[in-house]
Every structure is written in C-alpha cells, then in structure tokens.
C-alpha cells in the first residue's frame, strides 16, 4: 500500500461486540476517511476527520485521529451482521486532493 | 439523494480492445476522480479533474487517458487493454469549491480483459 497499514487484516467477532480497526499513515494530512466496501462492490463513505480534531462520532461509530503518532481507530459498537465488509482508511494530504487508501481490514459479524 | 452513476456496470473485453468508462458526478459537485482496485488490492489513484482540468495525476498507464467535459460527466479511455487491467474502476466526486473534501464514489465498473 502506498500509504501504511491498516490492522488487523481480518476480524471475527460475534454480533453486539465491538470492533476496533486502526490505520497508519506515513506523513501529515488534511484529513483521513473511512469506508465501507461489501465484497466486490461500492465504496461508501463513513466518516471524514480533519488534522485539527482528535475524535468524533457518527451513531455507532467513532472515530479518534492521533496526529502526533500518524493513527486513527474506527470504532463500531454493537454490531450487526449487517456490519460484515471490508473497511478502509484512506488519507488526503491536499485538501480534496487524490486519497491514498490502506489495505483494509475485514470485519465479519457473526449472528 | 443523486449519487454519482458510472456506465457500464461490467465490461468484458478482449486483449488489445478499447474501453470507455464513463462517470456523472453528483450534481453540483466540481471534481472527479478516477480510482483502481484490482482484486484483493486497496483502490489506487489514477487521475483527477477540477473544474474541466486536469488537476493531478497517479499510476495511470500512458495507455489510459481521461478528460472530463463541459457537464462535469467524466470518461476514463483505455487502450490496448492487458489481462492485469481487470479490476474494478471506481469513479468519485467531490464539491471542492463548496469546501467539502469527502470525495463520494460510484458503484464501479468491473472490466474483465479475457
């Protein structure tokens, strides 16, 4: 990945858990996102934190940005079957410039 | 609420054919991006346009190129298509002038190149 990693690569966890997913990324940015991808399909656009926030929240996520150790965290909780998908952070250094994606990780809920 | 909307859904193409995909931005929105994610990979970046101009580029082959047009709608070209160009070929918007960076993307087009 041309941007860091992203961990863990895959998670299994039982449905009302929660799941914690972390990105890293290599030099300073304006702002990181995160998306969801089920198998194959659409990316959809989860949450957008700019440099200058550390946390914030959008139903049953949150998410915290850690500027000075280059990291975030997507937090989902109580989860949900519906929840099983792919997720990726993906950072944008320019403001509304190309992002630069993290491999993903794999979150399956089981019911 | 629109979304952006990319045509065609699936592709299958012969080693050395063209291809055209093409993307309509949500309304209103200024930018356009075009991404790759071949299979098991993260979407890489390939190009992007504000305003009608080209305004950065990424790992897009010299076999690709891409414009974007007078109503924003953007087409990706691809020429003497490879076997490794299978891959999902996402197109995003964004509404850059309005100071909103979340870029939104489209459904994506599957390209087999058999």
């Known amino acids: 990945s041309q941007q860091g990693e992203e961990d863990p690569q895959a998670l299994s966890i039982q449905e009302g858990e929660n799941a914690t997913m972390n990105c890293s990324y290599k030099t300073s940015i304006n702002n990181l996102q995160w998306y969801r991808q089920n198998s194959g399909r659409g990316l959809v656009h989860l949450i957008l934190i700019r440099s200058n926030e550390r946390e914030k929240h959008s139903g049953r996520l949150r998410v915290t940005l850690d500027t000075s150790k280059k990291s975030s965290s997507l937090l989902i909780t109580a989860s949900r079957a519906a929840d099983t998908a792919s997720y990726f952070c993906a950072t944008d250094y320019n403001q509304g410039g190309k992002l630069i994606f993290g491999q993903g990780t794999e979150l399956s809920v089981k019911p | 609420a629109a979304g952006v909307i990319q045509s065609p859904r699936h592709l299958i193409k012969e080693k050395r054919e063209t291809a055209t995909l093409k993307c309509y931005p949500i309304?209103?929105?200024?930018?356009v991006y075009w991404y790759q994610q071949g299979p098991g990979q993260d979407p890489q970046f390939l190009i992007s346009?504000?305003?009608?101009?080209?305004?950065d580029k990424g790992s897009i082959p010299d076999r690709f190129s891409a414009q974007q047009f007078s109503d924003y709608h953007s087409e990706l070209n691809m020429s003497s298509l490879e076997l490794g160009d299978s891959a999902l070929y996402f197109c995003?918007?964004?509404?850059?002038?309005?100071?909103?960076?979340?870029?939104?993307f489209g459904p994506g087009t599957r390209l087999l190149v058999l």
């Open positions: 346009f504000y305003e009608k101009m080209q305004s």
């Open positions: 995003a918007s964004s509404f850059l002038a309005g100071g909103r960076e979340t870029q939104y």
């Open positions: 309304p209103r929105h200024d930018t």
